[in-house]
């Protein structure tokens, strides 16, 4: 078998995979087969995706932050400018910790019957990583910004990426969910 026939083939199963796993579809009514241990595990392997994702960004941004220390510039920086740092450099840290965090939980729990309560713990550190995540780089723009931008502007700018961020990363899912929960509503109705 070729490599590209061994591609199609995991992409086809890939795709029997996710339809089975997403086989509720509430337009339709269609129960869902998906099994209790079927349902925490795809949920585990999502959560190891969204680490693998995450893990990247973090470590990458956090071994910047930590070379900053080690510039000329670095020593002119105002008292300010050092405050914001060493809080950027702090939630940086938590927000790696945080975000590893599942890999330490299945590694020290694993055998021990208790993925449930695994998946519900690593769910609940992602989500503490992310907003620590995203406070990193809101700091972490005000530090660069505050030494680029002159005046209030980078604060101003700072604001509103935090803004996005809240609109993108957790205002957007909030509002699919609710509306998914009205729809399951009114169906059920």
């Known amino acids: 078998m070729t490599m590209t026939e061994q591609r199609a083939e995991a992409a086809e199963e890939n795709?029997?995979?996710?339809?089975?796993?997403?086989?509720?579809?509430?337009r339709t009514g269609a129960e869902d087969t998906e099994t209790p241990r079927e349902r925490v595990n795809r949920r585990w392997n999502e959560i190891l995706q969204?680490?693998?994702?995450?893990?990247?960004?973090?470590?990458?941004?956090f071994g910047f932050l930590l070379s900053v220390?080690?510039?000329?510039?670095?020593?002119?920086?105002e008292l300010l400018d050092r405050v914001i740092y060493v809080t950027t450099?702090?939630?940086g840290a938590a927000a790696t910790a945080s975000l590893i965090a599942p890999v330490s939980l299945h590694r020290l729990l694993s055998g021990q019957r208790m993925k449930d309560e695994v998946v519900e713990a690593a769910g609940r550190m992602m989500m503490c990583g992310m907003v620590l995540l995203a406070l990193t780089i809101g700091c972490t723009l005000l530090l660069i910004l505050r030494f680029v931008v002159p005046g209030v502007l980078a604060e101003v700018l700072v604001g509103g990426i935090?803004?996005?961020f809240g609109l993108c990363w957790y205002a957007l899912p909030l509002?699919?969910?609710r509306r998914?929960?009205?729809?399951?509503?009114?169906?059920?109705?």
Do not use: K, N, Y
Request: hydrophobic share 40%; glycine share 4%; aromatic share 6%.
């Open 15 to 26: 795709t029997a995979c996710c339809a089975h796993h997403h086989s509720h579809d509430p």
């Open 50 to 61: 969204e680490t693998r994702v995450t893990q990247t960004g973090v470590q990458i941004l």
């Open 69 to 77: 220390a080690f510039t000329p510039v670095f020593r002119e920086l």
């Open 89 to 91: 450099v702090m939630l």
């Open 162 to 164: 935090m803004l996005w």
């Open 175 to 177: 509002r699919l969910r």
């Open 180 to 189: 998914a929960g009205r729809r399951s509503r009114s169906d059920a109705a």
